[in-house]
């Protein structure tokens, strides 16, 4: 079992529009729903792949209900939400038929009182003995402590638990610090983090700030990893065309069963790259093209950097 | 106890960002949940003043329950929405903070079935006969015949019951010939139905068309009426600066409450602009600020048109 922490789930709800014109009425042709959040992306790739997989982290409202019903949709995938007052966001994608691009509205999501902070505490160190591996995922909702994810890697890791971070801004400067096994930055990331644009260096650096592992997501530029076995570059054979969101959170799915099968890293990498290629390929975050996947594995090029 | 009717009810949602940029990534800095659709603006209002209003038309998923929610806690308004499948369509307004400007994006809302829409007519059969008025009012979700609304004028007059119509496109040219007591259209809709962008003219031919009275809004132009009793032009004593959105059915809800008082025209149209413009200075669609509202009354000009 895997254990994935999304404090600031989310309810994604993308819309097809002809075109996007600020100060204009549009008629959506085409409205989809899912439950969204990192964590819950990479959950809902984990059990695709057939791995059982506890969600925590917060669920409150009507958006929190519709967030859980997509949830129990998915096989092999329990639900270990905590509830909260304040409303689940939601993140609203407008997607222009006519030019392709996306336009992103976010929600700052419900906050958290310290009294449903203690029991998110209690909820997380009640499951963390029984699973094998901890992904914390995405950004922290108003109210939680910028501080949160560095405690959640202490119990994690007092526990004997593997834990992988994936997270930006002060709470990944502050995650990295209490040694996570791996991190996952992307490259915005990972240069706000390090203050290099130059990947080479910054995940070099990352790793000295604490995590044993660091594995870099660079977009069409495949995966840069600094792990204590050695220095690796992963490519897909050729650059994937369609929506990138979601991406990198099926490199952590892959990331993480590379983990719990004991693959060396290079065999890890292979599988995150194809898992974030099929990814790309697949209208939503959280879901992959399977026969792009399968076909992708025999094709990733993992060499040293 | 008035009745109104919102076939496509909304769940309206209100974003505040600092500068609506197509293809780039926003965080709301506010979120506005509200009840939506024309029937429950004019409901809102209605309740606000005082009255006794039932609101019918149909609710289904998530989003239908968060408009039921926001409907418990209005004083007087009793919710008789008919259950469907498919979820009540959101409605997401994105005001600019820099430029004020609003763009909107519009679900189209839920699929209703005949089997559906059966269940409702049975509903307003049974509602009609114990009510004084009753207000059909905005666009009709997919699945529900185009003629809906004439059905539903001829069910009232039946009963004897007084029918506002405020409606567009082609639910307006079938609803017309049905005979409403008031028809309500805005500007556009007046010019759609009669090919004529000359006010007079066109509430004139609108008239002609089987409406008893029309009451036509235009915006910052004030109200133009046709009725039996004579035609006038209705205007605030100053231009309300604010927010246009549901001004429209404030002016609805005047015209229920002056039709219920058996008010003279003049005054039922005194009591519309005065909403209106009260209703031009909240922020949200369904609101209106009663200090305006007062205050203009007395100012309100009506003149022979």
């Not at 993308?14 to 729903?33: F, G, I, K």
């Not at 977009?219 to 969101?245: C, D, K, M, V």
Request: net charge neutral.
């Amino acid at each position: 079992m895997i254990l994935t922490v999304t404090l600031n789930t989310a309810l994604d709800i993308t819309y097809r529009v002809r075109s996007l014109r600020p100060h204009t009425s549009h008629r959506a042709t085409e409205v989809v729903e899912r439950p969204g959040g990192k964590g819950l992306n990479v959950a809902r790739v984990l059990a695709a792949l057939g791995h059982e997989v506890t969600v925590t982290g917060f669920t409150g409202g009507a958006t929190g209900r519709a967030v859980q019903d997509g949830l129990t949709a998915v096989p092999g995938l329990v639900d270990a939400l905590v509830p909260v007052t304040g409303p689940t966001r939601r993140t609203i994608a407008v997607v222009d038929e006519r030019s392709g691009g996306t336009t992103q509205l976010n929600e700052p999501g419900p906050t958290v009182t310290p009294t449903e902070w203690s029991a998110f505490l209690e909820a997380y160190e009640d499951l963390v003995p029984s699973v094998s591996a901890v992904a914390l995922c995405g950004s922290l909702p108003p109210g939680v402590p910028v501080g949160a994810y560095a405690g959640l890697i202490r119990t994690a890791k007092a526990a004997g638990v593997p834990v992988l971070l994936d997270t930006s801004g002060e709470a990944l400067r502050r995650g990295v610090a209490a040694r996570p096994d791996i991190l996952k930055p992307n490259a915005d990331e990972l240069a706000e983090l390090t203050g290099s644009h130059e990947p080479l260096r910054a995940t070099q650096d990352a790793r000295r700030r604490g995590a044993r592992a660091v594995v870099a997501s660079l977009g069409t530029q495949g995966l840069l990893a600094f792990t204590p076995e050695g220095r690796w570059h992963a490519l897909p054979p050729t650059p994937q065309h369609g929506n990138p969101t979601g991406a990198g959170d099926a490199a952590v799915a892959g990331l993480l069963t590379g983990l719990l099968d004991q693959l060396p890293w290079p065999d890890r990498l292979t599988r995150a790259v194809a898992l974030s290629a099929a990814a790309v390929r697949s209208p939503a975050a959280g879901e992959f093209d399977r026969t792009t996947y399968e076909n992708l594995l025999a094709g990733v090029s993992v060499t040293a950097a």
